[in-house]
Structure formats: structure tokens, C-alpha cells
């Protein structure tokens, strides 16, 4: 039969042997070994106001996490970092280090979050220009044969060396860095019936470019030895000139001459001019 609160003939006494256990350091089943059965209701009744010593307390399991979170807060991590490590939710990390000051982002790491918020906006956009970029190259499909004609003339007076009043020079002369624009001007020659070893090529680079790597990515463009390319001619480099065509992707500029071409050169001024003349619309 177990003692109860009010069953106990001299209370006081028995608190004063339990508060003696509990303070040497025994558990409430030590106590209760000692003094006899007792209910949970008398035993608290005999230790209130008696902590229970640290070993019998039951280890909290979030008081290393808590601890781990700090730690990571005051290295500078964010919220939503010490969430992904610790695996706890927003709320108690707030809870655990609300009291520690904000981290500071250095130059770089605000910049590396501008990069990651703004990516997807970015990647969404150059998707969109590729598929307008390719939508708009299907509306064009094969061109003709005049169409090409027509293409040929409109590029080579847009971009072709030309002969001046002050300064007579019918030859036939392209140059530029596009690749794109020297297939389009090697295929409209080849329509205009020139002859490959009527062509001379060779390459304009500034000097502190690979001009070895150059040469070659020209030649094999246009499908010729690059031993037969003429001598490179260098640009001197300017160093108060901030110069963006650098890097692998910089092959300088092609420079594309057609030999004994000065009634070719009046063709393709006349060509020109009937387009333009073609090209008028009654008011």
C-alpha cells in the first residue's frame, strides 16, 4: 500500500530526508527506495522547489542543432542556408539566432546572388531569342539563285571597298570579321562564275592577338592552304584603348581581293544602281 500526501504523519521530516536525497544527488526512484512507496503527487509535494539534478535531465535534442545554427549565423550564413544544412524550419532558426547581428555579404557574394536571382529571368529570355531567331531563319528557307544575286550586291556595296572621285580604285575588295558574312560573299562570287585561283586572301589582326590560330580558322573557313594566304598585315596595339574583340573568339578580319577585277567592280556598281533605281515606288 503506497503513502499518500495527507497519509503522512510528519510531513515536514519526511520532506526535509527527501530534499536531503534529492540534493545528494538521487533520482525520484532513488528517493522513493529509500523512504518507501510513495505517489508521484506526495514525491512532488516533498522536492518542490528542488531542481533535479543534471543527470537524471533528459538531453534535449535541439540544443546541438541550436548550437550548429549559431555557429553557421555567426559565420555569416543565411536563414535559408542553416535551414538547407540543419534540416529545422525557418521558425526555430529565427528563434535560435534572432538575437546574433546580421551577416555581412561581401562584394562578391552580393554579386554571386544577383548572378542566381537574375539567371532565370536571363535563361528565360535567351530562350526566347532563339526561338524567334530561329522562327524568323525557317521564313527564309532556300534562296535562289537571284536571291542571292540581289544579297550579293546589296553586302558587297554595304561593306566592299570602293572607288572615289579623288581616289580611282576598280578592284573588287571584301573585308570583315563576321564569318557569316564571308560565306554569304564567297558563295555570291561562286554564283558570279570567279575562279578560286583568281582570289587572294589574307588576314588583318591586331598584333597582340594568336595570329597563327587566326590564319588557319580563316583558311579552313574558306577551304583554301593557308600557305597560300598572303603576308598578315598587323594592327598596332593601343594601350589607352579598351579593346572588347578579344579572347579565344577573336579571329580578326578577313580580307577577300579579286584579281583582274575592274569590270567586275563596274558590274557590281551598276548592279547596285539598278537596284536603287528598282527600289522607287510610284507616289
Given at each position: 500500500?503506497?503513502?499518500?500526501?495527507?497519509?503522512?504523519?510528519?510531513?515536514?521530516?519526511?520532506?526535509?530526508?527527501?530534499?536531503?536525497?534529492?540534493?545528494?544527488?538521487?533520482?525520484?526512484?532513488?528517493?522513493?527506495?529509500?523512504?518507501?512507496?510513495?505517489?508521484?503527487?506526495?514525491?512532488?509535494?516533498?522536492?518542490?522547489?528542488?531542481?533535479?539534478?543534471?543527470?537524471?535531465?533528459?538531453?534535449?535534442?535541439?540544443?546541438?542543432?541550436?548550437?550548429?545554427?549559431?555557429e553557421l549565423?555567426?559565420?555569416?550564413?543565411?536563414?535559408?542556408?542553416?535551414?538547407?544544412?540543419?534540416?529545422?524550419?525557418?521558425?526555430?532558426?529565427?528563434?535560435?539566432?534572432?538575437?546574433?547581428?546580421k551577416?555581412?555579404?561581401?562584394?562578391?557574394?552580393?554579386?554571386?546572388?544577383?548572378?542566381?536571382?537574375?539567371?532565370?529571368?536571363?535563361e528565360a529570355?535567351?530562350?526566347?531569342?532563339?526561338?524567334?531567331?530561329?522562327?524568323?531563319?525557317a521564313e527564309?528557307?532556300?534562296?535562289?539563285?537571284?536571291?542571292?544575286?540581289?544579297?550579293?550586291?546589296?553586302?558587297?556595296?554595304?561593306?566592299?571597298?570602293?572607288?572615289?572621285?579623288?581616289?580611282?580604285?576598280?578592284?573588287?575588295?571584301?573585308?570583315n570579321?563576321?564569318?557569316?558574312?564571308?560565306?554569304?560573299?564567297?558563295?555570291?562570287?561562286?554564283?558570279?562564275?570567279?575562279?578560286?585561283?583568281?582570289?587572294?586572301?589574307?588576314?588583318?589582326?591586331?598584333?597582340?592577338?594568336?595570329?597563327?590560330?587566326?590564319?588557319?580558322?580563316?583558311?579552313?573557313?574558306?577551304?583554301?592552304?593557308?600557305?597560300?594566304?598572303?603576308?598578315?598585315?598587323?594592327?598596332?596595339?593601343?594601350?589607352?584603348?579598351?579593346?572588347?574583340?578579344?579572347?579565344?573568339?577573336?579571329?580578326?578580319c578577313?580580307?577577300?581581293?579579286?584579281?583582274?577585277?575592274?569590270?567586275?567592280?563596274?558590274?557590281?556598281?551598276g548592279?547596285?544602281?539598278?537596284?536603287?533605281?528598282?527600289?522607287?515606288?510610284?507616289?
Amino acid at each position: 500500500m503506497t503513502h499518500t500526501y495527507r497519509d503522512q504523519p510528519d510531513f515536514e521530516a519526511l520532506r526535509s530526508q527527501a530534499v536531503t536525497l534529492r540534493r545528494a544527488g538521487l533520482s525520484r526512484r532513488q528517493i522513493r527506495e529509500h523512504l518507501g512507496p510513495l505517489t508521484d503527487a506526495t514525491l512532488t509535494h516533498l522536492l518542490d522547489g528542488e531542481p533535479p539534478p543534471e543527470w537524471t535531465k533528459r538531453p534535449n535534442a535541439k540544443d546541438d542543432l541550436r548550437e550548429k545554427a549559431r555557429e553557421l549565423r555567426r559565420a555569416g550564413r543565411t536563414y535559408d542556408e542553416i535551414v538547407t544544412e540543419l534540416g529545422v524550419s525557418k521558425s526555430s532558426v529565427s528563434l535560435w539566432v534572432r538575437d546574433l547581428p546580421k551577416p555581412r555579404k561581401s562584394p562578391e557574394e552580393m554579386r554571386q546572388m544577383r548572378e542566381a536571382r537574375w539567371a532565370p529571368h536571363r535563361e528565360a529570355r535567351d530562350r526566347q531569342i532563339e526561338q524567334t531567331k530561329a522562327e524568323a531563319a525557317a521564313e527564309i528557307g532556300k534562296l535562289s539563285d537571284r536571291d542571292l544575286f540581289l544579297i550579293g550586291v546589296g553586302l558587297y556595296w554595304s561593306e566592299g571597298s570602293k572607288s572615289k572621285p579623288h581616289r580611282r580604285s576598280e578592284r573588287v575588295t571584301f573585308i570583315n570579321s563576321d564569318p557569316g558574312m564571308i560565306k554569304v560573299y564567297m558563295a555570291w562570287l561562286g554564283l558570279l562564275g570567279v575562279e578560286p585561283e583568281n582570289l587572294r586572301f589574307a588576314v588583318m589582326i591586331h598584333e597582340s592577338a594568336d595570329v597563327a590560330t587566326a590564319e588557319h580558322y580563316w583558311a579552313n573557313l574558306v577551304g583554301v592552304d593557308v600557305a597560300t594566304f598572303s603576308k598578315t598585315t598587323l594592327k598596332k596595339h593601343n594601350p589607352k584603348t579598351v579593346r572588347k574583340n578579344v579572347g579565344a573568339g577573336y579571329h580578326g578580319c578577313l580580307v577577300v581581293r579579286v584579281l583582274q577585277s575592274a569590270d567586275l567592280y563596274r558590274r557590281i556598281e551598276g548592279w547596285w544602281y539598278g537596284i536603287v533605281l528598282g527600289a522607287k515606288r510610284p507616289a
